[in-house]
């Protein structure tokens, strides 16, 4: 049987396409969505203001493709002074710093926890991924910068971050960067248009059931 030899030139030419597909899936999605999300973001900030007066919106320096920052978006789900707060709470921290997580965390508001469950604090990054500095599929993007990544953690630098990614729709919600990065990795390595469709809608999934990360 004669061995097929793939060359440098067709591995390009199909992370092209893929990279090119990939990113016609993410305007059209976003652009299909985003009559729709628009009222529901609106009626979401109305809740927040009345609720804990202040900033609508969360905005935070996030890294991206290649080690780039930008500014991510999310509703806001806390206090208007909880980055202050961080320090006061911090040994209540579950995970391994830099990360931090607080089961039930005081910071957060009471409309922020429906937001929260519900992924709906998640919405405004539509206009990221419009942007170009997300994706629809990808590791999640991390606040802290990348001068703390090891060496091998910069392998997720090399794709775009996403909405959603493989770790999100694993069922498990409490895992350190280390361990999240295996997942972020394996994505990056397996990575096609198909794989995308299905994590796009097993996400749908665990956000209606409300079980894992969300």
């Given amino acids: 049987m004669e061995m097929t030899i793939i060359q440098p030139r067709d591995i390009k030419l199909f992370r092209t396409g893929y990279r090119v597909s990939k990113r016609l899936l993410d305007l059209a999605v976003c652009m299909l969505f985003l009559p729709v999300l628009l009222p529901v973001i609106g009626v979401c900030a109305l809740l927040i203001w009345l609720d804990n007066p202040g900033p609508i919106f969360f905005k935070q320096n ?26 006061k709470y911090a040994h209540l921290n579950e995970l391994t710093w830099p990360d931090f997580k607080i089961t039930d965390d005081p910071r957060v508001t009471r409309v922020g926890r429906i937001l929260r469950k519900t992924s709906l ?79 796009l809608i097993r996400t749908v999934t665990v956000v209606f059931t409300q079980e894992g990360a969300y």
């Fill in 62 to 87: 996030r890294t991206g493709k290649g080690g780039k920052r930008f500014r991510m978006y999310k509703l806001r789900t806390m206090d208007t002074n909880a980055e202050a707060l961080k320090q």
């Fill in 121 to 199: 604090d998640e919405l405004p990054q539509i206009f990221n991924i419009i942007k170009g500095d997300m994706s629809l599929v990808g590791p999640r993007p991390t606040s802290f910068d990348v001068s703390t990544y090891k060496l091998w953690h910069t392998e997720r630098l090399e794709v775009l971050p996403g909405l959603t990614g493989l770790w999100q729709v694993s069922g498990r919600s409490d895992l350190d960067f280390d361990d999240r990065l295996h997942l972020d990795i394996e994505y990056i390595e397996n990575r096609s248009f198909w794989l995308d469709i299905q994590i």
